[in-house]
């Protein structure tokens, strides 16, 4: 049997901090209130040149730095993201190429900001049934995009950002042990964003708005999605644990979404454990959606608190309404890399840009070469000329 651990991971927040006095220069709001209400007191927001797939790829390539893994050895691409760059084609193809990793499959997963969880589920099983051997599992955000500036109640909450992980199958028990996924469709209208396809069409009348809106921003009832996030964290938790044959005493740490202060003291108080088992970095990043996990488990190594034979919970929860959680023994030790093996690496992600654009002037002229692929389309090529 196969066994899928995290043996890589990695972040990345952008340059620019979006501070609460800044936003209280924008919006009716201060300091004190958005920290009082929320526990954040700054978020990261992605520059004009900064994409999801550039943060996803970013945080990736720290993610395999980590794990001494060359891009040629991912079998598999996940991006958990709301804020993709195209409908088509996915942000993890995009991640795909600037990596070079020539022999994975790509694909992105849309579960808000239980995202990344059901990301990791989906990567371990496939890992376990043994049809891919290396993983990475990314979530990726730029919130911003998307928001109503005008809006406090949800402005003040988001911020960009990326976190990824890299899951390698192996025959030593441990790594992922449990997950449970759920959803509840009924609470859609509580949390969402609109598809580009919603886009407002004023001209053909009033019924092409959505709820009477022109904008495609998130919409969100924060008290009901306060009263739904408190009640499912701690069930989802205790769920799991219990399939991974383990105890609240057993769990060294949880990493919650990072969504609010009081939703994560509250499900403590659930859970009956101190608020200080959860580990918390809203005040820094802000609600950063699929990627605050990734994010946040990031910063909790930086910070030393997590040891080898660990057992940690991730918990998410978020629009769909969804949630989910995983348990993992975390038995890894992060290798040292020295500094030109990394200079190495970006080099080698350069190259990995470099082929791409040349795949594409290949095509280009091969297109003005070949023609038309069909009889009919070379015919009226023919006539054309």
Known sequence: MKYAHIVGWG?????????????????????????????????????????????????????LERADLHPSQVELIIVATSTPEYIFPSTACRVQDYL??????????????????????????????ESVRNAVVIGAETMSR????????????????????????????????????????SGGNLLSLPAVYHNPMPMLGPEYLHNGHKKNTVEMNGRQVFRFATQVIASSIEETIAKADLTIDDIALIVPHQANTRIIETAAKRLKIPAERFYMNVHAVGNTSAASIPIALCDAVHDGRLRPDDNVVFVGFGGGLTWASSVVKWNVTPPEVSLPRREWRRARYIAARGRSKLKKWRRKLIDRVAGSPTPHARMRDADRK
Request: proline share 2%.
């Open 11 to 63: 972040s990345f927040r952008p340059d620019k901090i979006l501070t609460n006095n800044d936003l209280s220069r924008m919006v009716d709001t201060s300091d004190e209130w958005i920290y009082t209400r929320t526990g954040i007191r700054e978020r990261r927001i992605a520059s004009e040149k900064e994409t999801t797939a550039t943060l996803a790829f970013e945080a990736a390539a720290r993610a």
């Open 100 to 129: 070079g990793a020539t022999r994975a499959g790509a694909f992105d997963l849309s579960a808000a900001c239980s995202g990344f969880v059901y990301g990791l589920s989906m990567a371990s099983q496939a890992i376990q049934t």
């Open 146 to 185: 998307v928001l109503d500036w005008q809006d406090r109640g949800t402005c003040i909450l988001f911020g960009d950002g990326a976190g990824a992980v890299v899951l390698k199958g192996s025959s030593i028990p441990g790594g992922v042990m449990a997950n449970t996924l759920r959803s509840d469709g």
